[in-house]
Nanobody
C-alpha cells in the first residue's frame, strides 16, 4: 500500500500563489513518475503535470508557464508551485504515482484525500 497526503491548499485571490505538497509513504513499490491532477465541482478529474524519476516534466497547456512541478526524493515529496492563479484553477488537487510511457502518463490506483484550492476574482 502507498499512502499519499496532499497539503498546502487554501483560498487566494486571483494572481496569487500557492505551493502544494504531496508526501508519499508506505510500500516500497517504485513508480517512475508522479503526477498532479485536479477536480473541479461537477467536472472529471484532469491531469495537470507530471515528473519522472529523472525530473523530466510535462504540463497541460492551461497551466504551462504558471505551474511548476518538482520532487524531493529524500523526503518522498512532490510539489506543485502555482503562480498567477485564476478563478478557473479552483478545484481539489491530488497527486498520483504512476508510469510514463512516451508522452502518456498511466495512473495508479493510489490517491490521497486531496487539498482544496479556491481562487476568488
Amino acid at each position: 500500500q502507498v499512502q499519499l497526503v496532499e497539503s498546502g491548499g487554501g483560498s487566494v485571490q486571483a494572481g496569487g500563489s500557492l505551493t502544494l505538497s504531496c508526501a508519499a509513504s508506505g510500500s516500497r513499490i517504485i513508480f517512475d513518475a508522479m503526477a498532479w491532477y485536479r477536480q473541479a465541482p461537477g467536472e472529471q478529474r484532469e491531469l495537470i503535470a507530471t515528473i519522472t524519476s529523472g525530473s523530466h516534466t510535462t504540463y497541460k497547456d492551461f497551466v504551462k508557464g504558471r505551474f511548476t512541478i518538482s520532487r524531493e526524493d529524500a523526503k518522498n515529496t512532490v510539489y506543485l508551485q502555482m503562480n498567477n492563479l485564476k478563478p478557473e484553477d479552483t478545484a481539489v488537487y491530488y497527486c498520483n504515482p504512476g508510469t510514463m510511457k512516451g508522452v502518456y502518463f498511466y495512473s495508479s490506483s493510489y490517491w490521497g484525500q486531496g487539498t482544496q484550492v479556491t481562487v476568488s476574482s
